[in-house]
């Protein structure tokens, strides 16, 4: 697991055990949804690796997979 990743799972443990005993008490919580949208699968694996990655790695199996899994462009005229 890449370090940041690992710290973010150890923060949220920490939170939890603290909470557990009764130490910290969450009064509220938000959520947001987070779009980011790549027109194909080579634009989003670099921004990924450009932008990501202390957190994300992507190995060759994982790019190649989602470039077979992404879905093809619509055509012209078929979809309105």
């Known amino acids: 697991m890449p370090t940041g990743l690992g710290d973010d799972q150890a923060a949220n443990m920490a939170i939890e ?7 910290f008490k969450r009064e509220s919580e938000l959520t947001f949804p987070l779009y980011v949208y790549w027109d194909n699968p080579d634009e989003m694996i670099g921004y990924v690796t450009e ?30």
């Open 17 to 23: 055990e603290t909470s557990r005993r009764g130490r």
């Open 51 to 80: 932008r990501w990655a202390d957190f994300v790695q992507m190995g060759d199996d994982v790019q190649k997979t989602t470039q077979t899994a992404w879905p093809l462009p619509m055509l012209a005229g078929v979809c309105g």
